[in-house]
């Protein structure tokens, strides 16, 4: 991920929550989790947000309904 700016992949990554697959979202965490150790400290909170989401997206019982 070298090159990457943390911000536009946090944007583009809150843009695919309510679409991708359940394979998707956890790469996408991974994706956050590794970001999060060298993102700047003013954006680890959005990382933060955007992890517990994911998190609990991928916890969420898949029964045809997107709640979260």
């Not at 943390?6 to 583009?12: E, T, V």
């Not at 150790?37 to 998190?55: N, T, Y």
Request: a negative charge.
């Amino acid at each position: 991920m070298n090159g990457v700016d943390p911000y536009a992949y946090l944007q583009q990554a809150a843009g695919r929550l309510d679409t991708a697959a359940p394979a998707e979202l956890e790469g996408i965490l991974d994706d956050i989790e590794y970001l999060y150790e060298v993102m700047d400290p003013e954006l680890q909170s959005l990382a933060e947000d955007l992890m517990d989401r994911l998190r609990a997206r991928l916890a969420a019982p898949r029964n045809g309904r997107e709640d979260i």
